[in-house]
């Protein structure tokens, strides 16, 4: 089984399509056990297509409304212009490449506290010697020539300056990472080492030429290529960078995204009441798409105005716009309208996927996309991980996960002709379905380590499902972190 998080053979090309079309610049299976209240299978009432059924473009947490296409769910003639889920998620890397080479976006050059998570736009080549100097590898003494040895009353300490040189027969106190003085033989650690009575210091092992000493360049010499292009600065790219004298990186800058809410339903604060409902994904889309790898500049309510959100699609400079419901055929969904009016070539319209059918992804610009997500909670998750994960990674040219899969230990019902995102949690013996994994439901996902692929059809018992990740969700099987 292989682990994701890691280069793809098969994937490397893209990555280094896209980030040759930057301008240069000028100057697990993984996851934590689930918790208790989060069992196995399927949520009561989710047999095969009936639960999506119900699912909204336009509403938050609706358990009944429009349906998410003229016909019925399960209707052949339904079926014509959704994308295979697949597909879709191609079809959004495909949309990113084609940004990225009309956009040619200049690297940035970012602080080390600020680069985790971008990739890198240049290689990260050794401005000096690792290290720098002949250090000790330990805390004890710097020897030279055979012993036994007298002993300085001046130790050596990391950070001071350099020492005199030491002559045969002489010692010196020495601390881990300080300078060794010219001429040491060894170091001789502090267990290894005794003083007599006359404060001669013998060893009580056999000393050898260079022990515990680390060399200059034992790293690497300046001028090395410690990391390619490509690279994603995780916390120890970061440490290593640091440690070679680099105070910024020159990255690929994040994509930009403006997130518009849609829905004159939409509670901001305090308990559901007349109607109205707490808004799960104005508070939720934001934290994804960044670790989606967004810099997500605004979160903005837009209601239930056409002309409002018409005139932000319309002036927003952003890479990508991500709307949360509006997607479907309902009296207030205006997506498909607005963009219509303004020419936006529809390169996704539905997907074969449940849930989530009525998500769309649209070019406005030639570097400017747009991601309609359903407005049903897990229907949008559905849609973020099918439209937005590919698109937003490519731009960001990020690695591709390796694809990989794990036995389900319960069977999951299927729908008949598309595919099933399903929330589990990552056990030793495979990966366990979760309940409430409805399309208005978030109770699923939130205990969730990843996404089951299930497909058209369901999947038995023992059977493997590729598992999609989710971002947070990285410490190693059976490994519970808080």
Not at 175 to 185: F, H, L, M, Q, Y
Not at 370 to 380: F, K, R, S, T
Not at 399 to 428: F, I, K, N, Q, S
Not at 453 to 459: D, L, N, S, Y
Request: glycine share 10%; charged share 20%; aromatic share 2%.
């Amino acid at each position: 089984m292989a682990s994701p998080g890691t280069w793809a053979d098969e994937e490397d090309l893209d990555v280094e399509e896209a980030l040759a079309l930057v301008k240069e610049n000028p100057g697990h299976p993984h996851g934590r056990p689930g918790p208790p209240h989060g069992g196995p299978g399927p949520s009561h009432g989710d047999h095969g297509h009936a639960a999506d059924h119900a699912t909204t473009g336009g509403r938050q947490g609706a358990s009944n409304g429009p349906a998410e296409s003229h016909e019925p769910s399960d209707s052949p003639k339904s079926q014509h212009h959704a994308t295979p889920w697949p597909e879709a998620r191609d079809a959004a890397e495909r949309a990113a490449r084609s940004a990225a080479r009309a956009a040619r976006r200049t690297p940035v050059s970012v602080p080390l506290d600020a680069a985790l998570g971008l990739t890198l736009a240049a290689p990260l080549t050794a401005l000096t010697d690792l290290p720098s100097f002949d250090t000790s590898a330990m805390d004890g003494w710097a020897v030279a020539g055979p012993g036994p040895w007298a002993v300085r009353d001046e130790g050596v300490l990391a950070g001071h300056a350099e020492a005199a040189p030491l002559t045969d027969g002489e010692a010196a106190r020495i601390a881990t990472g300080a300078r060794v003085p010219p001429d040491t033989t060894a170091v001789l650690r502090t267990e290894h080492g005794r003083t007599d009575d006359r404060d001669r210091l013998h060893p009580t092992r056999e000393v050898v030429h260079g022990q515990d000493i680390r060399p200059r360049g034992q790293e690497c010499r300046s001028g090395d290529q410690l990391l390619p292009v490509g690279t994603l600065a995780t916390p120890p790219v970061l440490g290593l960078a640091a440690a070679a004298g680099y105070d910024t990186l020159t990255t690929v800058p994040r994509p930009r995204v403006d997130v518009l809410v849609l829905g004159d339903e939409l509670l901001t604060g305090g308990l559901p009441h007349d109607g109205l409902i707490r808004d799960a994904l104005g508070p939720m889309l934001p934290h994804w798409l960044r670790a989606l790898g967004a810099e997500v500049r605004t979160v903005r309510r837009i209601g239930d105005d056409a002309e409002a959100l018409e005139q932000a699609v319309t002036t927003c400079d952003a890479d990508l716009i991500v709307t949360t419901g509006g997607t479907a055929a309902g009296p207030v969904d205006h997506v498909h309208p607005i963009l219509r009016r303004i020419g936006a070539d529809l390169l996704v319209d539905g997907v074969k996927v449940r849930p989530g059918h009525p998500m769309l992804l649209a070019r406005l610009k030639d570097d400017q996309h747009l991601v309609g997500l359903p407005g049903n909670p897990l229907a949008a998750v559905s849609g973020l991980r099918t439209l937005a994960e590919p698109l937003l990674r490519t731009l960001a040219a990020r690695p591709a996960p390796e694809r990989y899969t794990l036995p389900l230990r319960d069977a999951v019902h299927g729908h008949p002709y598309d595919t099933r995102l399903v929330p589990v949690v990552l056990r030793e013996d495979g990966a366990a379905p979760l309940h409430y994994n409805g399309p208005a439901m978030l109770r699923g996902i939130a205990a969730a380590d990843a996404l089951a692929v299930v497909p058209p059809g369901g999947a038995r018992s023992g059977q493997e499902a590729e598992l999609l990740d989710l971002p947070w969700a990285t410490a190693g099987i059976g490994v519970c972190f808080t």
